[in-house]
């Protein structure tokens, strides 16, 4: 009788991960249950490098909400200051008023309007901003550019959050972030 030769643990889970055909998506389930979606059809969502997400993203952030004169390399830039036409361009984007996204990153109406009197915002309300622009950007990429259904996914309360809208959740950075790794997890088909 022959002996079988024990191969270490390690070396059985990489030749089963290399013998594994990548899957787009396992968890179908959660596509129907936490965006009330169906998901994108096999072999047409791209595996990406985390930092070729996040390029991709800022790129679409800069294209989406900034004025074409006011386009920066980067949405780091935010210690001069965005403009005024970024709550206009975010508040058409989500589909709500100016007063509702400068609520959402916590300026006072007041505020708004002397803020659209002097026609740009300071650095900590330019980082809100961005803030919630990268949540939007993320969502939109997730939903391969669909836009709409990026609105509604962000608009709409999930129980992931406690009852909470993602688009409220990201009003502070730990929201925001959470967010992220929700669409994450969703976007690598792990259930949540």
């Known amino acids: 009788m022959p002996t079988q030769q024990k ?3 390690k070396a059985r889970e990489t030749e089963a991960q290399r013998t594994a055909k990548p899957t787009v998506s396992t968890a179908k389930g959660v ?5 009330g ?18 390029a991709l993203i800022h790129r679409r952030v800069a294209q989406i909400f900034l004025p074409r004169r006011a386009v920066w390399a980067t949405l780091g830039d935010v210690s001069r200051g965005h403009p005024y036409e970024v709550c206009v361009a975010l508040a058409a984007k989500l589909g709500l008023s100016e007063n509702e996204v400068g609520a959402l990153a916590s300026i006072e109406p007041k505020t708004l309007a002397r803020r659209r009197a002097e026609g740009k915002f300071r650095p900590l309300e330019s980082e809100r901003f961005a803030r919630l622009a990268r949540v939007f950007a993320l969502t939109a990429e997730f939903f391969d550019g669909d836009e709409n259904a990026a609105r ?8 992931v959050l406690r009852g909470l809208k993602p688009i409220e959740a990201a ?3 730990a929201g925001a972030r959470e967010v992220e790794r929700i669409l994450t997890r969703l976007d690598h088909g792990i259930p949540l």
Request: no cysteine; net charge positive.
């Open 171 to 173: 009003s502070t950075e």
């Open 31 to 35: 596509y129907a249950h936490v965006l």
């Open 37 to 54: 979606v169906r998901p994108p059809p096999r072999g047409t969502r791209k595996a990406t490098s985390r930092r070729r997400t996040m």
């Open 152 to 159: 509604v996914w962000l608009l709409r309360e999930r129980d």
């Open 7 to 9: 191969t270490p643990r």
